[in-house]
């Protein structure tokens, strides 16, 4: 919708930005992995509950689960193991692996947040053993090109903006190292624009289901861990979730030698925002990008889609319909897009609801919203007429009741 360029790509040049300038995103990678990751769970390849030695046999700290990986909750220390931020030489993958007994689990895992490059260079190498392919192949062909992100890169591809880090106490200025990634690539390498991470925000917002699966994206956007204490932060898979006010962000932020980046938005509305710059210093750029991807919810955020009509319930749904109690508490069950759904009536206004799939006759499951994943039974009287549900085991009917008291005298199962 609106994008915007300030001050200079290439300072001793006098070169200029534009929206079409490159930038090293760094950890912005990590969205990327986590989407590939994803791709072979939904192929069948891995579960997200799978140790690490599963697929890297024989590696140190092998019974680390995927899943914890990508949360940051494994409690793996946070760099390979020496002083790759004094040496600038970060090891190629078999370095990485045969260096790895002596990275430490520093955290008990599952018990806190602890960020870990390392263990995103472990998924990177994952991906490529399950796929065949290295991991930045396989990134390129399944995501970069499908996806159109012609200015994603694997290193700069020109016009491309130069490192640099201003002195905290003048406006002086020097030139970062341009640097030889090595084996990185799970957890950092890219180098993209404001456009091509606008268009994976938009899909992170809205994938497109021959990619991945909208179920999984949506996984991945789910609290894995909180990374503040006051709730302000914390991670998915792969996915940072700020939360201000009622309002849930997803994204992620970038922090490189001589570059800062973050890309932020809200799935609901998909509307976000997307900050790039070439110095290594930026406090609040976090709050920068979550300011903007805010003024823009305020004035662009579309209209609801007009109301068109449906095609009436089938009518074995119809009985469902309506108000029903459990005990005091209300829930209005209604079809809506071709699915039943529930909402409770004493939820906060903007909470999804729950929304249910046949599981058999008078059977139907949780599929998200609140019970996820439990069984919602119809029980019917001897006249075959609905007399009441089984919803997560809590007894529904008609009216409110004290639990423990029949609805109706004669219903069975």
Request: aromatic share 8%.
């Amino acid at each position: 919708m609106w994008s915007e360029a300030i001050g200079l790509a290439d300072i001793e040049e006098g070169r200029e930005t534009t929206p079409d300038t490159q930038y090293a995103v760094a950890s912005i990678t990590k969205t990327f992995t986590a989407a590939a990751v994803m791709q072979l769970r939904d192929e069948g390849k891995l579960d997200l509950d799978d140790p690490l030695e599963r697929h890297l046999p024989g590696t140190a700290h092998g019974s680390l689960p995927l899943r914890r990986m990508l949360a940051h909750a494994s409690g793996l220390q946070r760099e390979p193991p020496g002083e790759v931020w004094e040496s600038l030489v970060f090891p190629a993958e078999e370095e990485l692996l045969a260096a790895l007994p002596d990275a430490e689990q520093v955290l008990p895992g599952a018990t806190a947040w602890h960020y870990s490059n390392l263990a995103y260079a472990l998924l990177g190498h994952v991906v490529a053993r399950i796929s065949g392919k290295p991991f930045r192949e396989h990134v390129e062909t399944r995501l970069l090109r499908p996806l159109e992100l012609g200015r994603t890169t694997w290193g700069f591809d020109p016009p491309s903006a130069r490192p640099y880090f201003v002195e905290p106490y003048s406006d002086a200025v020097r030139r970062e190292p341009e640097l030889e990634l090595g084996g990185k690539g799970g957890e950092s390498g890219l180098c993209s624009t404001v456009g091509d991470l606008a268009r994976w925000g938009s899909f992170l917002c809205e994938p497109d289901e021959s990619l991945l699966a909208p179920a999984s994206v949506a996984l991945m956007h789910e609290v894995q861990i909180m990374a503040e204490p006051d709730w302000g932060l914390g991670w998915g898979l792969g996915i940072e979730l700020w939360r201000r006010g009622e309002r849930i962000f997803g994204g992620h932020t970038g922090g490189f030698p001589g570059f800062i980046s973050i890309l932020v938005y809200s799935r609901r509305e998909r509307i976000g925002a997307v900050l790039l710059t070439n110095s290594g210093r930026w406090p609040k750029a976090a709050e920068t990008g979550l300011s903007l991807a805010g003024a823009a919810l305020e004035e662009l955020t579309p209209l609801p889609d007009p109301w068109v009509p449906e095609e009436p319930p089938p009518a074995e749904i119809v009985p469902l319909l309506g108000r029903w109690w459990s005990e005091g508490r209300e829930a209005i069950f209604s079809w809506r897009g071709g699915r039943l759904e529930a909402r409770l009536v004493a939820a906060p206004p903007g909470r999804e609801p729950s929304v249910f799939e046949p599981d058999g006759e008078d059977r139907f499951r949780t599929v998200s919203g609140d019970e996820r994943g439990e069984l919602l039974r119809v029980v019917r009287g001897e006249d075959g007429e609905v007399a009441k549900l089984y919803w997560a085991t809590y007894p529904f009917t008609r009216t409110p009741d004290t639990f423990g008291a029949r609805s109706d005298g004669h219903g069975s199962d």
